[in-house]
């Protein structure tokens, strides 16, 4: 008599172990990365936008005051959510000038957690992250 079951079971409960730990690491906490006194605006042109989860993300090379040109990942929520407050798929595209507000990286680099986005005519995208006036 074999005992393939409770075997069996083991191996399975081990796989899906496994492959719960790498999505719970993907999703990280927001403190870990961004810093919530600091937030800054950004205006530059959009080279990607990935409508992805757990996170979008929106690639844009802006210029600072001495004109060296800085590509910045911006984090934005799940699709879910932003679909909630009025984006969507193709509410950015490459090309598109935008001004992005968010909270700096803890670490210096050009990464960005998003509050806010604004078309190259100053008009919200979607509607402000919470706290923010959307004038």
Do not use: C
């Amino acid at each position: 008599m074999h005992r393939k079951g409770p075997a069996l079971a083991a191996v399975l409960a081990g796989a899906l172990i496994a492959l719960g730990s790498t999505s719970a690491l993907a999703h990280h906490s927001f403190a870990v990365f961004f810093d919530s006194d600091r937030t800054i605006a950004i205006t530059g042109t959009v080279t990607a936008f990935r409508f992805t989860n757990p996170h979008g993300t929106i690639a844009l090379d802006a210029r600072d005051s001495a004109g060296k040109l800085t590509q910045w990942r911006v984090e934005t929520n799940a699709p879910v959510v932003l679909t909630r407050r009025g984006w969507q798929r193709d509410s950015i595209k490459p090309g598109d000038v935008i001004t992005v507000d968010g909270w700096t990286a803890r670490d210096g680099k050009p990464y960005l957690r998003l509050r806010s986005a604004r078309n190259a005519q100053g008009q919200l995208i979607g509607q402000a992250a919470f706290g923010q006036s959307d004038d």
